[in-house]
C-alpha cells in the first residue's frame, strides 16, 4: 500500500506563517535539550529568545530556607489529622493538614534575548519594504528559516541548535554581496553586565536567590542575596565570523559590509546537581560557553548542519505520521489552518510530529526533566513558577517517549526520580514517619519535595512517588533492560516502603489512605461547603496499588529474596477496586461524594485507565463503562493539557468518535493566555504552543500520546492496531510506534485495508489485534513481520 499517502508531503512536518511572530507565542521553538530558542523572524529587528534549562532560581540553601514547617508534623500530627477525619470533623482536618505545609518550589527563569538590527542596502526596511517573506520551522531538521526580498537583494537567515556542538548557530546571507549590516545585541531580565573580547561578547548574569510564584503575595517576590543562599550565575557567549567587518563592543557585535555572516552562541551556569552549591562564578561559565563557541567557530558551516541534522533526524525519523488531508490546505500559513482545522487530518499529523519533535528540542540525556513549558520561558515571575508539577503535569510530558521510539529523551526524567527519591527520604521520614521516600506536587531543580504552603487540596498529595516510579517501570516495559530495572529496585522499592505505611487499616478490614485528597479538586461536604482532606482518594489507591503491583512483578523478574514484597502482596489484597457511584460514574473518592466542580480540569480517579492499564475495555467492563460515564459526566471543555489526557482516556475505551472530537478541540486556536483553569481560552497558540491557558508544553506531549494511543496500544500485553481510529482519518501511515515488549510497529491503512510492519527487538509469540480478528504472530529479533487484514 506504498500509494497510501505520498512521501513528498511536508504539510505535516512544517509550520509556516506569512508574516513574523508579532508575540513569544508565535516565535517557534528551538532547542538541544540545554539551550532553548524562540526565533521571531523579524525583518530590520529581530529576536532570539533564549533559555538554559539549568537556570532555576535559588540553591539549596534557600531550599533549606523555606522548608521550615507551618505547624506539627511528624507521626502524632498524621494521626490527629486521622481522628479528626475519624469523627468527621473535615473543616478540623482540613486546617491540621496545613500545618504541613512549607515555602514554596523555586521557578525556572529566562536567560535573555539575542536582539539584532538588521540593515539591508544600507538602509533598515520597514514592513513595507519588504516582498516574498515566508518563515517556518522544519520539523525534520530543527531549523528555522526565513526569507524575504527587499528591493533586488534576498535575504536568508537559518537558525538551530545543536546538541552534538552544544551551540545556536545562525546563519544570514544575501544575494547581494556587502548588502548586510548587523547589530547583534544581548539582553537579560537578569541581573547582568557585558563581557567584551577583542573577538566576541557576553552577558554575565547573577539569578535571584529566590522567586515567589505568581500566586504568593510576598514582599520581595523576586529577591537577590550575597549571602550563603546566593542564586546561581551564569553567562552567555557570542562570536561571529563573516566576509564583511566585525567588531566587539559593551553593546554587542557589529558586522558590516557582509554577504554572509555566521553567529555562534552558547549559554552556561552554575548550575551542579540538586544538592550542590552553584559556586561557579559568571566569569567560569563565559569561559565554559565560549569554548564550545570557539570550538564550532572552527569548523565550516556546512559541517555543523551536517552534524545538527544527522542527530536531530536519528531520533526524529524513528516515527512519523501521515493523514491524507485537502491538498488546497496544506500550503496555507499553519495558523490560517487553524481556523479551518475541521476538514484538516494532516494538522493532527503536524500535532503529532510536532510533539515528538519538542522533545527531542527539550529532554536530551544528562539533562534536567522538561518542565511546564519544556525549556522555553520568557518570563521571570512565570505562571506557577514554570517548575515541575508532578500531579499530572511532569508525567504527561513524557507519555509520548516510550510509544513514540523516544526512549533516550525519557532519560532526564528517569535520572531526576533517582535524585527526587534521595531528597524525598528525609521529608517522608520527618512529615509522617514513615520510611521510604515521597514528593508532593510541586518540585524543581533543587528536588523539592515537601508540601508547599497553600490549599490542601493540592499541596497535602504525598504520592507523587508512586506515580513517578511508574515511568520507571514503563522503561523496562517497552525496552526489556533488566539491568536498567534493577537499578530502578531500589526507587521504586523506596515509593513502595513510604505508601506501606502511609496506608490506614480501615473499619472494614480494607486499607485506605488517611489524610487523602484528590489533586486540586474538592467535594462538597455535609454541610453545603466546599472540602478536599477525606480519606482514600480512588487515585491513591489506584496508584499505590499498581506501584505494588509493580515492584511483586519487578522483585520476580529480577530473583529478588526481599521481605517487603511478601509485605505489599498481602497488602495489595486488601486495596479496594475503585467503585461505581450512584450516577454510574466511577467515584473519585471513597465514598460517593458530589464535586464541587462537576467538570473539573483533572481526572485523577482515571489514572488506572490511562496511564495505568488496572481498567481495560475487555478485562474489567463494568469498570470501563464506569470511566466512560465519568468522561461523558465531566464534558469535553477543559484546559489545555486536560483535553490531552482526555484524549489518551477515550483511546483506552476505544471511543474512536470521541478520540478525535478532542483532538479537534484541542486544535481550536488559542483566544487567551491568562491564567484560566475553566479552559474558555484552551486549545493551540499560533505557535501549537499548548495553551492551559497561559502556555503550558504538557498538552503538546500529551496530544502527541493520545494520537499513538488511537494508533497503536499494547497495555493489555496484545498488540492492537488501529483502536479508536476515526472513520474521519481514511487514509494514513504511521511508523515507528512501539509496543510493550519491544516490537516496532508501521501500520498504513486505506479503505480497502491495512498493512501492518511488526519489527521486534528479540524473538517472541505475540497477538496482533485489528477490530474483532486476532493473529498469532511468531516474531524473529530484528526480522520485519508483514500482516495485511481488510
Same mark, same amino acid.
Given at each position: ?41 523579524? =525583518? ?17 540553601? /534557600? ?56 540593515? &539591508? ?8 519594504? =519588504? ?21 533586488? =537583494? ?18 544570514? %546571507? ?14 537579560? @531580565? ?48 557570542? +562570536? ?25 552562541? *552558547?549559554?552556561?551556569?552554575?548550575? !551542579? ?39 536531530? @533526524? ?24 487553524? %481556523? ?40 521571570? +515571575? ?7 508539577? &508532578? ?13 513514540? *521510539?523516544?526512549?533516550?529523551?525519557? @532519560? ?6 533517582? $535524585? ?48 513517578? &516510579? ?47 485528597? *484528590? ?6 461536604? !455535609? ?38 514484597? $511478601? ?60 470511566? /466512560?460515564?465519568?468522561? !461523558?459526566?465531566?464534558?469535553? @471543555? ?59 508544553? !504538557? ?35 504511521? %511508523? ?7 516490537? %516496532? ?8 485495508? &491495512? ?36
Amino acid at each position: 500500500m506504498s500509494d497510501l499517502v505520498g512521501s513528498d508531503r511536508t504539510d505535516a512536518t512544517w509550520l509556516y506563517y506569512d508574516r513574523p511572530a508579532g508575540t513569544w507565542l508565535e516565535a517557534l521553538p528551538l532547542g538541544n535539550g540545554r539551550i532553548g530558542a524562540m526565533c521571531f523572524g523579524g =525583518v530590520g529587528a529581530d529576536r532570539i529568545g533564549l533559555n538554559d534549562e539549568t537556570c532555576w532560581s535559588g540553591s539549596p540553601e /534557600t531550599a533549606r530556607l523555606l522548608s521550615e514547617p507551618l505547624g506539627a508534623v511528624g507521626p502524632d500530627a498524621v494521626q490527629a489529622v486521622r481522628a479528626a477525619l475519624a469523627s468527621g470533623d473535615v473543616r478540623r482536618a482540613h486546617e491540621l493538614a496545613g500545618g504541613f505545609h512549607s515555602g514554596y518550589s523555586q521557578a525556572y527563569l529566562p536567560l535573555g534575548d539575542l536582539l539584532l538590527d538588521v540593515a &539591508v542596502d544600507g538602509s533598515t526596511p520597514a514592513a513595507g519594504d =519588504v516582498a516574498k517573506y515566508r518563515r517556518r520551522l522544519d520539523l525534520d531538521t530543527a531549523r528555522a528559516v526565513v526569507e524575504y526580498e527587499v528591493g533586488d =537583494v534576498a535575504v536568508r537567515q537559518d537558525v538551530f541548535v545543536s546538541a552534538p556542538a552544544g551551540v545556536l548557530v545562525l546563519r544570514m %546571507t544575501a544575494s547581494k554581496s556587502a548588502a548586510l549590516s548587523v547589530t547583534a545585541r544581548l539582553a537579560s @531580565q537578569l541581573r547582568s553586565r557585558p563581557w567584551v573580547t577583542a573577538a566576541g561578547a557576553g552577558l554575565l548574569l547573577q539569578a535571584p536567590a529566590s522567586v515567589a510564584p505568581p500566586h504568593r503575595d510576598v514582599p520581595k517576590p523576586i529577591r537577590y542575596s550575597d549571602g550563603a543562599d546566593r542564586g546561581m550565575s551564569a553567562a552567555i557567549a557570542l +562570536r561571529a565570523r563573516t566576509d564583511g567587518e566585525v567588531t566587539a563592543n559593551e553593546t554587542g557585535l557589529t558586522i558590516r559590509g557582509a554577504g554572509e555572516l555566521i553567529l555562534i552562541l *552558547s549559554t552556561a551556569t552554575g548550575y !551542579d546537581g540538586p544538592s550542590t552549591p552553584p559556586t561557579r562564578t559568571a566569569e567560569e561559565c563565559w569561559t565554559a560557553a565560549d569554548e564550545k563557541v570557539l570550538a564550532a567557530l572552527g569548523r565550516e558551516y556546512e559541517e555543523l548542519v551536517a552534524e545538527h541534522t544527522a542527530d536531530h @533526524q536519528g531520533l526524529f525519523r524513528r516515527s512519523s505520521l501521515e493523514l491524507a488531508g485537502p491538498p488546497e490546505l496544506a500550503d496555507l500559513p499553519t495558523d490560517v489552518r487553524l %481556523t479551518r482545522h475541521g476538514d484538516d487530518p494532516a494538522l493532527a499529523a503536524l500535532l503529532f510530529n510536532y510533539g515528538r519533535y519538542l522533545m527531542i528540542a527539550s529532554s536530551r540525556p544528562g539533562g534536567l526533566p522538561t518542565n511546564l513549558q519544556g525549556i522555553w520561558n520568557d518570563i521571570l +515571575r512565570p505562571p506557577w513558577s514554570s517548575n515541575y508539577t &508532578v500531579n499530572i503535569n511532569t508525567e504527561m510530558n513524557y507519555w509520548p517517549a516510550e510509544t513514540t *521510539s523516544l526512549p533516550e529523551c525519557h @532519560q532526564p526524567l528517569l535520572d531526576y526520580v533517582v $535524585q527526587l527519591a534521595e531528597a524525598g527520604r528525609s521529608t517522608a521520614r520527618e512529615r509522617y514517619g514513615c520510611g521510604g521516600w515521597t514528593a508532593h506536587h510541586n518540585a524543581d531543580a533543587w528536588c523539592w519535595t515537601l508540601p508547599v504552603e497553600g490549599d490542601p487540596r493540592w499541596s497535602n498529595w504525598p504520592m507523587a512517588g508512586a506515580w513517578l &516510579v511508574r515511568h520507571l517501570w514503563d522503561h523496562y516495559a517497552f525496552g526489556g533492560d533488566l539491568e536498567f530495572l534493577g537499578r530502578a529496585w531500589p526507587v521504586l522499592r523506596g515509593a513502595a516502603e513510604f505508601c506501606l505505611d502511609w496506608l490506614v487499616e480501615l473499619p472494614d478490614g480494607s486499607l485506605g489512605t488517611s489524610p487523602s485528597t *484528590s489533586p486540586e479538586n474538592d467535594y462538597l461536604a !455535609d454541610d453545603g461547603r466546599p472540602a478536599s482532606v477525606t480519606v482514600s482518594s480512588t487515585m491513591d489507591l489506584s496508584l499505590i496499588a499498581d506501584l505494588f503491583d509493580r515492584c511483586v512483578q519487578t522483585a520476580g523478574l529480577l530473583r529478588l529474596t526481599d521481605p517487603l514484597v $511478601q509485605h505489599l502482596v498481602l497488602a495489595r489484597k486488601r486495596i479496594p477496586d475503585p467503585a461505581v457511584g450512584s450516577r454510574g460514574q466511577l467515584q473519585e473518592w471513597a465514598a460517593d461524594l458530589p464535586e464541587e466542580d462537576p467538570h473539573h480540569r483533572h481526572m485523577s480517579h482515571l489514572v488506572g485507565l490511562h496511564p495505568g492499564d488496572a481498567i481495560t475495555a475487555d478485562g474489567t467492563p463494568a469498570l470501563a463503562a464506569a470511566a /466512560t460515564r465519568t468522561l !461523558d459526566l465531566r464534558g469535553d @471543555q477543559a484546559t489545555g493539557w486536560s483535553l490531552a489526557w482526555k484524549i489518551n482516556l477515550r483511546a483506552r475505551l476505544r471511543d474512536a468518535a470521541a478520540a478525535h472530537r478532542l483532538v479537534r478541540a484541542f486544535l481550536t486556536p488559542a483566544d487567551d493566555t491568562s491564567t484560566d483553569y475553566v479552559g474558555s481560552g484552551a486549545g493551540v497558540y499560533p505557535n501549537l504552543f499548548c495553551a492551559h491557558p497561559p502556555f503550558q508544553i !504538557d498538552g503538546n506531549f500529551g496530544a502527541t500520546a493520545g494520537i499513538a494511543e488511537m494508533l497503536l496500544q499494547s497495555h493489555t500485553g496484545e498488540i492492537q492496531v488501529l483502536p479508536a481510529r476515526p472513520d474521519d482519518w481514511p487514509v494514513g501511515r504511521v %511508523t515507528g510506534l512501539r509496543a510493550r515488549g519491544g516490537v %516496532t510497529v508501521d501500520i498504513a491503512w486505506n479503505p480497502d485495508g &491495512v498493512d501492518v510492519v511488526l519489527t521486534a527487538d528479540r524473538d517472541q509469540e505475540r497477538f496482533v489485534r485489528y477490530g474483532d480478528e486476532r493473529i498469532a504472530v511468531r516474531l524473529g529479533a530484528r526480522t520485519a513481520h508483514r500482516l495485511s487484514v481488510s
